[in-house]
Nanobody, 130 residues
Framework: QVQLVESGGGLIQAGGSLRLSCAAS????????MAWFRQTPAKEREFVAV????????YYSDSVKGRFSISCDNAKKTVDLQMNSLKPDDTAVYYC???????????????????????WGQGTQVTVSS
């Protein structure tokens, strides 16, 4: 069974950068699509970014495109999210997620639907002050 543990959250001023990391363990990691979602008390869980362990396909939400970058480090078995030019609207709990339906990335569909992901980390808080 795959397990995910996030780290790297914290308090940062607007315009700053933060790097989140998700440590993955378990078998057959390479067969999973790896994503980041975020959630605030006022909103449903929101898709942020997704990639494969080959890093050969990535998708971003429009709200983070050009500012965030997702990548998998196969040696460390981590999924990292580099967040630049942070805004107060980026404040949320960030979750790492894994889906066994890797093919959806290559089909270009359903990857932003949280219901496609059945393995989740515990979340890490990111707070961006204005």
């Amino acid at each position: 069974q795959v397990q995910l543990v996030e780290s790297g959250g914290g308090l940062i001023q607007a315009g700053g950068s933060l790097r989140l990391s998700c440590a993955a363990s378990g078998r057959s990691l390479s067969t999973y699509a790896m994503a980041w979602f975020r959630q605030t008390p006022a909103k449903e869980r929101e898709f942020v970014a997704v990639t494969s362990w080959r890093n050969d396909v990535t998708y971003y939400s429009d709200s983070v495109k050009g500012r965030f970058s997702i990548s998998c480090d196969n040696a460390k078995k981590t999924v990292d999210l580099q967040m630049n030019s942070l805004k107060p609207d980026d404040t949320a709990v960030y979750y790492c997620a894994a889906s066994a339906v890797l093919q959806m990335l290559y089909n270009g569909e359903y990857y932003s639907d949280s219901q496609e992901y059945d393995i989740w980390g515990q979340g890490t808080q990111v707070t961006v002050s204005s």
